[in-house]
T-cell receptor
Framework: ETGVTQSPTHLIKTRGQQVTLRCSSQ?????VSWYQQALGQGPQFIFQ???????GRGNFPPRFSGLQFPNYSSELNVNALELDDSALYLC???????????????FGPGTRLLVL | GEDVEQSLFLSVREGDSSVINCTYT??????LYWYKQEPGAGLQLLTY?????DMKQDQRLTVLLNKKDKHLSLRIADTQTGDSAIYFC??????????FGAGTRLTVKP
């Protein structure tokens, strides 16, 4: 069983550019969530994808968008990058087989984005 | 909005017990979690508890939940230097997003 993987590990962009981050979910997991973790803070929920559809969204502007593919891997796209977008971006996967039982999310190592 | 709060720092001696505290405001929280983050790494799920439980023990880890006061704690018995990390408390409802605290940096002194 493979864990959650993310690519790239580090990325440097300039203000106004666009970025795409990638995530492969843990084997058997069909739900992917994305989080932004600014330096010294806890992760903030961006959005979640379940069976290729957005399944919930946090307080992030529309320039943060995502995709989920049939193999359950996912992308996070950020347009018009701002300096405050510099953060660690975490992907987490889970498999809510039955909504009545626990759903635990397993996190990848993250992509560290620096916007200059 | 809903908040999760933790103290920022905790320092203990090796072999002692560590207790990390967390408070939350969302009374509809269903699941409560503790995650560990080591430098430069992602989050590692340590343990979780359902809101209808008041205690869960898993080896050196004991989680206590006071739902009335919306207070969650994590006790690490026999703390080791390898336990030095940032510990995040998080809560969620039945699905979707999790809300995290800012993390407690645990330092274990030899």
């Amino acid at each position: 069983e493979t864990g959650v993987t993310q690519s790239p590990t580090h990325l440097i962009k300039t203000r106004g550019q666009q970025v795409t981050l990638r995530c492969s979910s843990q084997s058997g997991h069909n739900t992917v969530s994305w989080y932004q973790q600014a330096l010294g803070q806890g992760p903030q929920f961006i959005f979640q994808y379940y069976r290729e559809e957005e399944n919930g969204r946090g307080n992030f502007p529309p320039r943060f968008s995502g995709l989920q593919f049939p193999n359950y891997s996912s992308e996070l796209n950020v347009n018009a990058l701002e300096l405050d977008d510099s953060a660690l971006y975490l992907c987490a996967s889970s498999s809510p087989i039955d909504r009545a039982v626990e759903e635990t999310q397993y996190f990848g190592p993250g992509t560290r984005l620096l916007v200059l | 909005g809903e908040d999760v709060e933790q103290s920022l720092f905790l320092s203990v001696r090796e072999g002692d017990s560590s207790v990390i505290n967390c408070t939350y405001t969302d009374s509809s929280s269903t699941y409560l979690y503790w995650y560990k983050q080591e430098p430069g790494a992602g989050l590692q799920l340590l343990t979780y508890i359902f809101s209808n439980m008041d205690m869960k023990q898993d080896q050196r880890l004991t989680v206590l939940l006071n739902k009335k006061d919306k207070h969650l704690s994590l006790r690490i018995a026999d703390t080791q230097t390898g336990d030095s990390a940032i510990y995040f408390c998080a809560e969620s409802r039945a699905k979707d997003d999790m809300r995290f605290g800012a993390g407690t940096r645990l330092t274990v002194k030899p």
